[in-house]
């Protein structure tokens, strides 16, 4: 279906979405937020909407320039591929400096969808999220569909539960997907909107729509808050009682909200080994 990528070299400092506004079906990999710097993002692993389809950011380098306290500039040939392989997710630090990135491109469909649908416990929420996390795993891989669910606010004695759907393709194509596996849901065209790949990277740092691309030059994060995050690695169905108690706790402590990221697709196919994070099918 997707025509073969072709590779780009990244120099740190670059701001790689901007250069790929112009290429309507080319894409990138590097993380759901576009400030992150890919010094730090890729050598720590980097995962983005994309990983059901393509992996983590780290699975399409190709080469990395690096030098260490000798000054001497090493490509992957000259590091060997034990240290090419620890730089890809086991920090680079630890290892030199990283001065450039060879990463392969991705191709993307010239339309993508996206949703946001809000949902209460007055909606059957318990029920959705149990069956949210037997189904989010198992979802084509044009569907990345991750779940929020955020601080009262608003709907006091309970939580928002926010279901957020990246689809690669149009309106049509995703209403079939979730209509086959999710149709408690029940998505309709009004919750989606279709847009250039690079116009959902806007979307999704809270730039509002109609914004010029050139807004991603500035490398300002505009959806802005202090919060202070933890993450966990799940293998296991959490049980209707234990969302319960995580809704309780939620709704008690009032300002925490949490974000559920499945992976699947072809995270599934790609070794524990491949790169140092093992992290890879059914979590
Ligand atoms: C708002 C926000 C959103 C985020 N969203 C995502 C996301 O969607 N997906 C995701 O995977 N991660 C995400 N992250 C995490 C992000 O990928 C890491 O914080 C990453 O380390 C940022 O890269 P940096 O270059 O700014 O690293 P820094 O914070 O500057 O450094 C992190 C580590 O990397 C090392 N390092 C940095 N540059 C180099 C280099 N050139 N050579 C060698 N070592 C280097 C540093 O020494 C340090 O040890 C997010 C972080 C924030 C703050």
Request: aromatic share 10%; net charge positive.
């Amino acid at each position: 279906m997707f025509e073969k990528p072709s590779s780009v070299i990244i120099l740190l400092g670059w701001n790689l979405e901007h250069f790929l506004a112009s290429c309507t079906t080319l894409a990138i990999p590097t993380g759901v937020c576009h400030t992150v710097g890919v010094g730090g993002h890729f050598s720590g692993g980097g995962y983005d909407n994309l990983i059901w389809k393509y992996g983590l950011s780290v699975d399409k380098i190709v080469d990395a320039k690096i030098t260490g306290i000798d000054g001497k500039i090493m490509d992957r040939k000259i590091m060997g591929e034990d240290l090419f392989w620890a730089i890809r997710g086991g920090s680079g630090a630890s290892f030199g400096v990283i001065l450039s990135w060879k990463i392969k491109l991705v191709l993307v469909p010239e339309i993508v969808t996206i949703f946001v649908v809000d949902k209460t416990t007055k909606q059957g929420l318990i029920d959705l999220i149990y069956k949210y996390q037997n189904v989010a795993t198992k979802l084509p891989d044009d569907l990345f569909l991750r779940i929020e669910l955020s601080e009262p606010g608003v709907y006091k004695k309970t939580i928002k539960v926010t279901l957020i759907g990246f689809f690669l393709g149009k309106i049509k194509g995703l209403l079939k997907v979730l209509e086959k596996h999710l149709p408690e849901l029940g998505l309709t065209p009004h919750y989606c909107t279709e847009m250039k790949w690079i116009e959902y990277v806007l979307f999704w740092n809270a730039i509002p729509t109609g914004t010029s691309i050139d807004i991603l030059l500035e490398r300002v994060w505009y959806g802005r808050s202090y919060t202070k995050s933890k993450s966990n690695f799940i293998k296991n169905t959490i049980l209707k009682q234990g969302l319960e108690r995580i809704i309780e706790k939620l709704v008690k402590s009032g300002d925490i909200t949490m974000h559920w990221n499945p992976y699947g697709g072809c995270m599934d196919e790609i070794s524990e080994h491949a790169v140092p994070l093992p992290q890879r099918s059914g979590y």
